[in-house]
């Protein structure tokens, strides 16, 4: 099938020294192949970046980024994409959504579904302490996320002013600037020594995932989501860590109808990570807004 794009959002799994594709989206279908059946033309819909079945037992057990027949959608980035395994793959909205909330829509794509993955699968829930690690646009809509879970407490780590404001906004009670060991012992220090209940690491370099692994209590999570670059962990240390480890590409799929209605009964506006807009062909300012840390995250208008 083919959707014509509303909106498409910068990519942050690819390495910038390439054109880059893109795979977050959500847009008007345009056509549909003929073995689709739910999917129909004219209907506003949201994707992620793996094409799943919906219906394989990976899918059914929650895992649709794990599906047997899963593909990545890339090549959002352009005025017309398509998407496989359509009826598995994309989510309806109620109606054609206003101009103001297709950055809510679109956020929902990947990275809060991702952020939402984080805190689900560390089984956040009212009463308890999370840390988040990163403050890109994954790890503040996580703080979102775990806000919406119930967590009593959610520290946000960041150094930088205007993230720290969106991570308060979206629920961060405490922000810590530290990093490496010296973030470890400010978590400890926030939490009479003992370490949070869960941490979300998403940033994904070694210093983040130590600092994630070693500021979590026994017993604890730790949620990655960050893509790992060059990694390594000790089995030693992570075996008296006594921490539940978890991580992967976020199953966006099976989050995304609860995603959407949070967005469309305006309980949540996670479009607010969100802070440059450009159109479609100065693609590579945005790229560069990104890693100059000027934006949070950019939006293109094809
Ligand atoms: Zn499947």
Redesign the pocket.
């Known amino acids: 099938m083919r959707l014509r794009i509303g909106l498409v959002e910068l990519s942050r799994y690819y390495p910038v020294n390439q054109p880059t594709p893109g795979h977050e989206y959500c847009g008007i279908v345009e056509e549909v192949g003929s073995a689709v059946k739910s999917v129909r033309p004219g209907k506003f819909v949201i994707g992620s970046f793996f094409a ?9 057990f929650g ?2 980024s ?5 593909e990545f959608v890339g090549g959002a980035q352009a005025p017309l994409l398509r998407v496989p ?1 359509a009826d ?1 793959t994309l989510v309806p909205t109620p109606g054609v959504p206003a101009k103001e909330m297709i950055p809510n829509l679109l956020a929902t794509s990947d990275v809060l579904g991702t952020g939402w993955f984080a805190a689900d699968a560390a089984k956040v829930k009212p009463g308890m302490t999370v840390v988040v690690v990163g403050d890109g646009a994954v790890g503040l809509l996580a703080v979102l996320s775990a806000r919406q879970m119930g967590a009593e407490r959610i520290i946000a780590m960041s150094r930088h002013e205007k993230r720290q404001k969106l991570a308060l906004e979206f629920g961060a009670t405490d922000i810590v600037t530290e990093r490496g060991d010296e973030g470890v012992a400010r978590i400890k220090d926030l939490t009479k020594g003992a370490g949070a209940d869960a941490v979300l690491e998403c940033v994904g370099t070694q210093e983040s995932m130590m600092q994630a692994i070693r500021s979590t209590r026994p017993r604890g999570y730790v949620r990655y989501v960050g893509v790992p670059h060059g990694v390594e962990l000790q089995g030693e240390e992570l075996f008296f860590a006594h921490i539940h480890l978890h991580g992967g590409p976020a199953p966006v799929r099976r989050f995304l109808p609860k995603l959407i209605d949070l967005v469309w009964t305006e309980k949540i506006q996670p479009g607010k990570v969100f802070d440059l807009s450009l159109p479609l062909d100065q693609v590579a300012e945005g790229y560069r807004a990104m890693d100059e840390r000027r934006a949070i995250k950019a939006l293109l208008q094809p």
Request: one cysteine or more; proline letters at 6%.
């Open positions: 799943s079945d919906n219906t394989c037992p990976h899918c059914s895992y649709q794990s599906c047997q027949q899963r395994l598995g």
